[in-house]
């Protein structure tokens, strides 16, 4: 049996129903947009009739005739008056449209999705924050999140940005242990994937919980207006530290709070350790202290990794060598070892001639050694001495004789590194995602703030020697020679690159430790130099 189609009237009907409500919906669009200051006088008039009606009923009785009197007097000055009930009539509408007119709604509390997560909150505290002893407990199931809660702030998503917590004096509020079951439980309850700062106020017995902007990823390297002996690490939150250095970023001039790193022989804190996930960042923060170090001293770079990431510093102005493979390392390590010896003969011989120490003794040197872990599993397998070995006169003397090194490893081989290395490298960074846990075995401490599980490149914390850990951006620094980098970070690292040595140049400071030769290296130990300024070089391995 054949369908019959369904009338014209049904099938088209939800159509035309739809093009009718589209119609009046524009139509009253349209009429409340032309009507719109007859609608705000209307609703002016009312409340000012309202307004009129209120004062009447508020009158005594026994002023109502008076009043009445004065009113009706006024309305016949105006009537007699020229263009006097023009004027009132011009008058009425005014007010009528200044009481009628839209007003903002000004926001005096939280709304009842922000209180019934301040109440959730409130419960969720309340194991941590009472004790059954307590005969006025602060924290009570069912009681009054009023009281601790003094001050709150909620974001447009309805997420909690701003905390402050009134707990009892109980608390112990001085074991590192229950602070952070605190800080845990409030980022798990006002949202994960924001870092958050925790203020402890342990004389007030209150806590300030507060959510951090991300730290600025617009700044490139470029030269930063800093005296030799400094180093810009990265950049900072601006309370953190009292300096600011003038920047160019993407948007723009501005002045950016940095992280300076101070060495020389008055630095307490004279190398550096880094370390991070792959990825992270850390080699990008030795091409930038590489790129700052050059105009006032001298580089050597050992990178473990093979990659190719300091090739852009190949044969310019400054850099001793760029030692990818283990003899070369092992070789321009050992030299470095033995001008550190030089330097500190030379100095203590001059002093005790009454001499000030010679120039090629000043002059800063900086040894790079990138992912060191690869060279120690290569050199134990060829029977060779761990490159970490040929660290030790650097980092213990290197103070004193301008010699710093810089070392960067991955969380995952950290324990590859010697105790000469850990004892010496008192400034330390942190790069990429890291726990709580492995921030602080590598700083020392815990991070004042909640770590995030994603991160920029470059983004971490830092801490030099025993002073505060210190949120850190590292200025982007990419590898100049990888299709990867934008044209405007390209550029900015080859504006900061020196000048290439010519060929002869080259040959006579050859960086130690090129002989292709894979077998032993020797490298001849320079004599000890008069006191009077002997020139530095790089002996060639035999």
Not at 276 to 287: E, Y
Request: hydrophobic share 40%; charged share 20%.
């Amino acid at each position: 049996m054949a369908r019959r189609p369904l009338p014209r009237i049904l099938s088209s009907g939800s159509d035309r129903i739809a093009r009718s409500r589209e119609i009046a919906r524009t139509a009253a669009d349209s009429a409340t947009d032309v009507l719109h200051p007859l609608i705000t006088i209307t609703r002016g008039l009312r409340k000012l009739a309202a307004t009129a009606r209120a004062r009447w009923a508020a009158t005594p009785k026994e002023r109502r005739g008076p009043t009445l009197l004065l009113v009706a007097a006024c309305v016949l000055v105006l009537a007699l008056v020229p263009y006097g009930p023009l004027l009132a009539l011009v008058s009425v509408m005014g007010a009528a449209a200044w009481m009628g007119r839209e007003r903002p709604v000004v926001k005096t509390g939280p709304d009842e999705a922000e209180i019934e997560r301040l109440k959730g909150l409130y419960e969720a505290l309340v194991p941590y924050f009472s004790v059954p002893e307590d005969p006025a407990p602060l924290f009570a199931h069912g009681g009054d999140w009023t009281g601790p809660f003094g001050e709150h702030a909620f974001d447009d998503g309805g997420r909690l940005t701003r905390l402050r917590i009134k707990y009892p004096a109980y608390f112990t509020d001085g074991e590192a242990a229950s602070r952070a079951r605190i800080e845990q439980l409030l980022h798990a309850k006002s949202g994960r994937g924001r870092e958050y700062l925790f203020d402890w106020d342990e004389e007030g017995n209150q806590l300030v919980m507060s959510v951090l902007p991300p730290l600025p990823t617009t700044i490139a390297a470029q030269r930063f207006v800093t005296v030799p002996g400094e180093t810009v690490l990265g950049f900072t939150d601006a309370d953190a530290v009292q300096r600011t250095v003038p920047v160019q970023a993407a948007d723009g001039a501005e002045d950016a709070p940095p992280v300076v790193w101070r060495t020389g022989p008055r630095s307490t804190e004279p190398h550096l350790l880094a370390v991070g996930q792959p990825g992270s960042g850390t080699t990008s923060l030795l091409r930038s202290i590489a790129l700052q170090a050059l105009p006032h001293g001298d580089v050597l770079i050992v990178e473990g990794g093979g990659t190719g990431e300091y090739a852009c510093l190949t044969g310019r102005g400054g850099v001793l060598g760029v030692e990818c493979g283990l003899a070369g390392a092992l070789a321009s390590l050992e030299w470095a070892a033995h001008e550190t010896e030089r330097r500190l003969i030379a100095a203590n011989r001059a002093r005790q001639a009454g001499h000030p120490a010679p120039d090629d003794t000043r002059r800063p040197l900086w040894i790079l050694l990138d992912r060191p872990s690869v060279l120690g599993h290569l050199a134990a397998a060829d029977g060779r001495p761990d490159p970490q070995e040929l660290l030790q006169v650097p980092l213990r003397h290197g103070r004193a004789a301008h010699v710093t090194v810089v070392v960067a490893e991955q969380f995952d081989s950290m324990e590859t590194l010697g105790e000469t290395v850990r004892t010496h490298t008192r400034a330390r960074v942190v790069l990429g995602p890291a726990s709580p846990g492995q921030i602080a075995s590598v700083l020392g401490v815990g991070p004042h703030t909640t770590p995030v599980p994603v991160v920029p490149p470059g983004r971490g914390y830092a801490r030099l020697g025993s002073g505060r850990v210190l949120r850190l951006q590292v200025p982007a620094t990419p590898d100049p020679f990888d299709d990867a980098t934008s044209e405007t970070h390209r550029q900015a690292v080859l504006a900061l690159l020196p000048e290439r040595q010519s060929a002869t140049a080259t040959a006579v400071e050859a960086a130690p430790g090129s002989a292709p030769d894979p077998g032993p290296t020797v490298v001849t130990k320079p004599s000890a130099p008069d006191p009077g300024p002997a020139p530095l070089h790089a002996p060639v391995p035999a």
